[in-house]
């Protein structure tokens, strides 16, 4: 069983950066595709960014040039949020599709809480 977990989250100021980390719990070899969501209060689940093991990426209209997804390892993926807004304040989710012998499963990390306010 593989789980995603996520330090990072936090508070901290508008225009401010802040980068999310997500890493899984045991070695993985193959990577299908990664991503971060996010959910406001009161709203659904939105991609906010994903990547895929051939490096295409996709980003949510409204941050892309602000949110860069990377990857350092099949392991650790990261979220690096720039010039941060009130709006961009909810709960962070990293996501992945890990390929084992004979399936392909999906992940969710827990959540974590980003706060954007001075």
């Known amino acids: 069983q593989v789980q995603l977990v996520e330090p990072g989250g936090g508070l901290v100021q508008p225009g401010g950066s802040l980068r999310l980390s997500c890493e899984a719990s045991r070695t993985i070899f193959s990577i299908v595709s990664i991503g971060w969501y996010r959910q406001a209060p009161g709203k659904e689940r939105e991609l906010v960014a994903a990547?895929?093991?051939?490096?295409?990426t996709n980003y949510a209209d409204s941050l892309k040039g602000r949110f860069t997804i990377s990857i350092e390892t099949a392991n650790n993926f990261y979220l690096q949020m720039n010039s941060l807004k009130p709006e961009d304040t909810a709960v962070y989710y990293c996501?992945?599709?890990?390929?084992?012998?004979?399936?392909?499963?999906?992940?969710w990390g827990q959540g974590t809480q980003v706060t954007v306010s001075s």
């Open positions: 996501n992945a599709h890990y390929s084992f012998p004979g399936a392909t499963r999906q992940y």
């Open positions: 990547r895929t093991s051939s490096g295409n």
